[in-house]
């Protein structure tokens, strides 16, 4: 984690959401699967970064990386180096969930945060995990820290942090411009308690089902996606 006491200018970002996984294929080939991934994200991607976005925020597990140890084996950094060459090709802030291991081989579901140059400007690794995630080996994490861009100060949470008030604190008393959530279910109001509590702008990316939205420091939702269209953009 990147930690700062940098005080930014105010100024126009351009954010965008995807909430969109890719579908699951019928292939045993943990290499075939990769690529797909990859394939479908080069054409979500193309939506939105045509309207230059500073940051885009992608769902949790948007690798389909629980798909098991195999797979990963076979994955291991492929897509980290996709979204690196994205972000660095394109100008901008790419934040997105996947299962990795650690320094240490411990198994997480993180988000990961690529600035403009292509480098990782801070992970984030979910501090509440499911006991379906604990069961196939991920662990908790008890660190939270704030993210430094070029725009402003990042907070992420991931799914089911979103019901924990001790999370809520910590970030709240670390005023946060922006605050990042990946996730697999939308989290209802608690969005908009989490924007109003932390003053902060809030991108939710949610997969299909649920509308992924940004919203502003009042817990607002100032763009959505909507059944037609799978991805939402915003100045703020």
């Known amino acids: 984690m990147l930690f700062s006491d940098k005080v930014f200018s105010e100024r126009y970002v351009k954010v965008a959401t995807i909430g969109n996984i890719p579908p699951s294929i019928e292939s045993e080939d943990p290499q075939v699967i990769v690529d797909h991934v990859i394939k479908f994200w080069?054409?979500?991607?193309?939506?939105?970064?045509?309207?230059?976005?500073?940051?885009?925020?992608?769902?949790?597990?948007?690798?389909?990386?629980?798909?098991?140890?195999?797979?990963?084996?076979?994955?291991?950094?492929?897509l980290l180096n996709y979204f690196i060459s994205v972000a660095r090709k394109n100008n901008c802030y790419i934040a997105f969930g996947m299962c990795r291991s650690d320094s240490e081989g411990i198994w997480r579901n993180s988000c990961i945060v690529i600035d403009r140059k292509g480098e990782i400007a801070g992970i984030y690794d979910k501090n509440y995990p499911t006991i379906g995630e604990m069961d196939i080996g991920i662990k908790a994490s008890d660190k939270t820290g704030i993210i430094v861009t070029d725009f402003g100060r990042i907070a992420v949470a991931i799914c089911l942090d979103l019901n924990f008030n001790e999370l809520l604190e910590k970030y709240a008393s670390q005023k946060p411009d922006l605050i990042i959530f990946s996730s697999t279910y939308h989290g209802g109001i608690a969005q908009s308690v989490w924007a109003y509590t932390c003053q902060s702008y809030f991108i939710g990316s949610v997969y299909r089902g649920h509308p992924s939205q940004i919203r502003n420091p009042f817990g607002e939702v100032i763009a959505s996606t909507t059944l037609q269209n799978d991805y939402a953009i915003a100045k703020i």
């Open 42 to 78: 080069d054409h979500e991607l193309k939506n939105v970064l045509r309207q230059k976005p500073d940051l885009i925020v992608l769902p949790e597990f948007c690798d389909l990386s629980t798909l098991g140890l195999e797979y990963l084996n076979v994955r291991k950094d492929q």
